[in-house]
């Protein structure tokens, strides 16, 4: 079956515009995790999206939002973009069986001029 | 902050020989896992292993877990030049919720 896909896989945008980036999880996951990962933070947990629904959501501020669909599809947004947003962003489904085993996207290469 | 803390940071090894890498963690857990991430790639799932499990083997890896020292260890055992990667323990906390927690990751090169 099909893995979780992430897109763009790289993208470039300057201070202050807005960004959107999709994820597809595997096929029958309802759960979807973003992730941050920077050199120096390493990976920070953004949110989580069950069935339409945010579950859980990490210390990032307001301009970081996300959405899911009915498909369970999700996708992330950030607002007014800053040089520190610049980073690789994981989505990761949740595989359903209860373990909280994550299968992950090759992720959304960000970079911020 | 981190849930989990990984050490040794980087780690250079000769084909063939072990790599051991450790990993704390803050609070109880139901389970903890270890994952592999080729550079700049999503991660893999490597080995779960239960609260209620000491050591676990896969192939060439073997992890144990202290619970009581809120500690486990990723064992790589006759390791090859594709071993090469970071790799993170994740750890989901027993308070609730779904959050998945990763350390900071061993950086692992693997010299042929």
């Known amino acids: 079956k099909a893995g979780v896909t992430q897109t763009p896989r790289y993208l470039i945008k300057t201070r202050g515009q807005q960004v959107t980036l999709s994820c597809s999880p595997i096929?029958?996951?309802?759960?979807v995790s973003w992730y941050q990962q920077t050199p120096g933070q390493g990976l920070q947990f953004l949110f989580e999206?069950?069935?339409?629904?945010?579950?859980n959501k990490g210390n990032f501020p307001g301009r970081f939002s996300g959405r899911q669909f009915s498909n369970s599809r999700s996708e992330m947004n950030v607002s007014t973009l800053e040089l520190g947003d610049s980073a690789l962003y994981l989505c990761?489904?949740?595989?359903?069986?209860?373990?909280?085993?994550?299968?992950f996207g090759a992720g959304s290469r960000l970079t911020v001029l | 902050s981190q849930q989990g803390e990984e050490d040794p940071q980087a780690l250079s090894i000769q084909e063939g020989e072990n790599a051991t890498m450790n990993c704390s963690y803050k609070?109880?857990?139901?389970?903890l896992q270890w994952y592999r991430q080729n550079s700049g790639r999503g991660l893999v799932h490597l080995i779960l292993?239960?609260?209620?499990?000491r050591e676990k083997h896969s192939g060439r890896l073997r992890v144990t877990l202290d619970t009581s020292k809120k500690s486990s260890s990723l064992l790589i055992t006759a390791s090859r030049a594709a071993d090469t990667a970071s790799y993170f323990c994740?750890?989901?906390?027993?308070?609730?919720?779904?959050?998945?927690?990763f350390g900071a990751g061993t950086r692992l090169f693997v010299k042929a």
């Open positions: 096929s029958g996951h309802r759960s």
């Open positions: 999206y069950f069935s339409e629904t945010q579950r």
């Open positions: 990761a489904s949740r595989d359903p069986g209860g373990a909280n085993v994550l299968t």
């Open positions: 292993i239960r609260s209620n499990e």
């Open positions: 994740a750890t989901v906390p027993n308070t609730g919720g779904f959050k998945t927690i």
């Open positions: 609070t109880s857990i139901n389970n």
